[in-house]
């Protein structure tokens, strides 16, 4: 039996399996079952992409954004936009059909576009690309979920439900669920709340269904009649609603959409805001640029060293050269993240957007 049929009996199972206390355990495996199916339907499959289908896309740069959206809502006229890639637009369907990678560079970091085929309502099942297309997407450091401003709101959560079915995390939650590596084997169960609806017994067996009695569990919250995607401790892609083709609403309507939590109106046409999605976009990747600057001379602001928010002196050695942490002295550092500047700072500094450091050697 494939997959495919996996998951239709078990959704016809639950579909006739009356819901109460007796058949609660039941149906929260069958849930857990449904969940795991729909994960290996994500799994590349040999046979696909050897096929040069191009999907296949080398990650470079020093970031990977994709633009996820149903069809003809402009991702590749926003892909030929900001990059001095062409991608084919035209006003008709799935003009896109394979992964078209373009580089947008900004702030001195070079973040690589992906352009994907319009996805429809299923992809998370496989339907259409949508199994290769939401591949890709997990692969991204931030997602540009794209959608047409004149569609309207349906469309929005339409998205954000094939998104949240292959467990690819919005922005609204944290996740319910997460795990951390236990040396000693086993579960343990700990809930932050009350469970009203669900008790240990069946959280571990739905743990068990996902093979992961070796990890420990930390249920934050569990919802009545829901399975959580367990992640494996995997960090979440974050997206980005993205309204485009605002020319051709109302005033009223753009500000309306312009309001709504992180959200960002643009128009492709028109060249509308993309300045500032592009900050906006910024703030999502969380990247820091640091400079480098050599003993008496001035800093190099050329060429950056891109690290992720939160990086250390140590990330920055490590990036100029293998060995520089383990000559390492001491660091001076000029920037917001210093009291003075400069400041004289360890391996384990914190270093901030902008910063200059000097390092010195042994
Ligand atoms: N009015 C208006 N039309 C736009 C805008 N952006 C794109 N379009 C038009 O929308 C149509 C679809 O654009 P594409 O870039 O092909 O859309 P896509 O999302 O890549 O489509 P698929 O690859 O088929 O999924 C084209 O006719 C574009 O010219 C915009 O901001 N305003
Ligand atoms: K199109
Ligand atoms: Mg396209």
Redesign the pocket.
């Known amino acids: 039996m494939g997959i495919l049929e996996k998951i239709s009996e078990i959704e016809k199972e639950i579909a006739r399996t009356q819901k109460n206390k007796a058949t609660e355990y039941h149906l929260g495996l069958l849930k857990a079952k449904l969940a795991k199916y729909r994960a290996q339907l994500l799994e590349p499959s040999k046979s696909a992409s050897s096929k040069g289908e191009g999907f296949d896309v080398m990650k470079s740069g020093d970031a990977r954004v994709a ?1 996820i ?12 936009l900001m990059t001095s890639t062409a ?11 394979t992964c078209i990678p373009g580089v947008i560079e900004y702030k001195g970091a070079n973040i690589q576009l992906l ?4 996805i429809i309502e299923g992809a998370a099942q496989g339907k259409g690309r949508g199994r290769q297309v939401i591949a890709v997407a997990r692969t991204a450091d931030v997602i540009i979920m ?1 959608l ?1 401003a004149t569609k309207g709101e349906v469309q929005r959560s339409l998205l954000e439900k094939e998104l949240e079915s292959v467990g690819i995390r919005l922005n609204k939650h944290k996740p319910n669920i997460y795990f951390k590596p236990k040396k000693g084997g086993g579960i343990s169960f700990n809930s932050t709340v009350t469970l009203t609806q669900c008790s240990e017994k069946l959280v571990q067996l739905i743990l068990h269904e996902y093979n992961l009695q070796c990890r420990s569990a930390f249920p934050r919250r569990l919802l009545p009649g829901r399975v959580h995607r367990c992640d494996r401790g995997q960090p979440g892609v974050h997206a980005l609603p993205v309204y ?5 609403i109302s005033m009223e309507e753009v500000d309306r959409l312009a309001r709504k939590p992180n959200s960002v109106v ?5 060249k ?1 805001n993309l300045d500032y999605l592009l900050e906006m976009l910024w703030e999502y990747l969380a990247l820091t640029c640091i400079y480098t600057k050599k003993r008496g001379q001035r800093p190099d602001f050329t060429d950056a060293i891109i690290l992720r928010k939160g990086a250390s002196v140590e990330h920055v050695c490590h990036r100029i050269h293998r060995s520089l942490a383990s000559q390492f002295k001491y660091a001076l550092v000029w920037g917001t993240s210093t009291k003075y500047s400069p400041q004289r700072v360890g391996l384990t500094h914190t270093m901030e957007h902008e910063d200059v450091i000097q390092i010195v050697k042994k």
């Open positions: 633009l959206g149903f069809p003809s809502v402009g991702k590749s006229t926003f892909l030929s991608s084919e637009a035209a006003s008709y369907e799935f003009t896109t059909l352009d994907l085929p319009g794209m047409d485009n083709k605002i020319d051709q643009i128009s492709c046409g028109m509308l």
